[in-house]
């Protein structure tokens, strides 16, 4: 069984500061892990994947994760946040690659001000 | 190219009838998969089908609902004698199928409101 915790429901930032958004995992194989973005009334938009190459993974739009197996982490961050950056974050995990089901987090929700 | 689309976009309805929700899938994914997203939750896992087959739907809460994709392109998430407990927004995603990872991609949603 696979499944995601994160952490908060809800992080507040000013623009321009850093953004760390927390996930922690379990899976019983090896797992795919990825995060997605949601914007309001839009679809879900993948952001960075790690699939067991490089446990620092880039994603689009400056986001960047590090997969730590010993702590069953896969963090979002981002140096600086952007009004732009203001959605939904979802983590997710994944058993058997990208071609299986998917199991979610329940989200966090990225405020940025001004 | 265009995405994933779904509809309708919205769709309300009473308690006890049936809906139908559409999702047309991005031209050559043999995968696609329904997801349910209720307020304030992510989404949670329906449906998966390769082709014509659903080879996962492990996901369905119940026999009232049901989904078809009969010629392995558009799918149809049927649900019968709906309850408010049905109501969310429900997410279609498609991808192609290969032994290495494939990125799930997702259509804009029907939220769907029973009242």
């Known amino acids: 069984a696979q499944s995601v915790t994160q952490l908060d429901s809800h992080v507040s930032v000013s623009e321009g500061t850093p953004v760390l958004l927390r996930c922690n995992y379990s899976?019983?194989?090896?797992?795919?892990l990825f995060w997605y973005v949601q914007h309001p009334n839009k679809g879900l938009q993948l952001l960075l994947k790690?699939?067991?190459?490089?446990?620092l993974v880039k994603g689009i739009n400056g986001f960047e994760a590090e997969f730590k197996k010993s702590e069953t982490s896969f963090h979002l961050t981002k140096p600086s946040a952007h009004m732009s950056d203001a959605a939904e974050y979802f983590c997710v995990v994944s058993d058997h690659g990208g071609y299986s089901t998917l199991t979610f987090g329940k989200g966090t929700m990225l405020l940025v001000s001004p | 190219g265009a995405g994933v689309s779904q509809t309708p976009s919205n769709k309300v309805t009473e308690k006890g009838k049936y809906v139908e929700l559409r999702c047309d899938p991005i031209s050559g994914h043999t995968a696609l998969y329904w997801y349910r997203q209720s307020l304030g939750q992510g989404p949670e896992f329906l449906i998966y089908f390769q082709g014509t087959g659903a080879a996962d739907d492990s996901g369905l809460p119940n026999d009232r609902f049901f989904a078809v994709r009969p010629e392995g392109s558009v799918s149809t998430l049927k649900i019968q004698r709906t309850e408010r407990g049905d109501s969310a927004v429900y997410l279609c995603?498609?991808?192609?199928?290969?032994?290495?990872?494939?990125?799930?991609?997702f259509g804009p949603g029907t939220r769907l409101t029973v009242l």
């Open positions: 899976s019983s194989y090896s797992p795919s």
């Open positions: 995603a498609s991808s192609l199928i290969s032994p290495e990872y494939n990125e799930q991609f």
């Open positions: 790690y699939t067991s190459a490089a446990t």
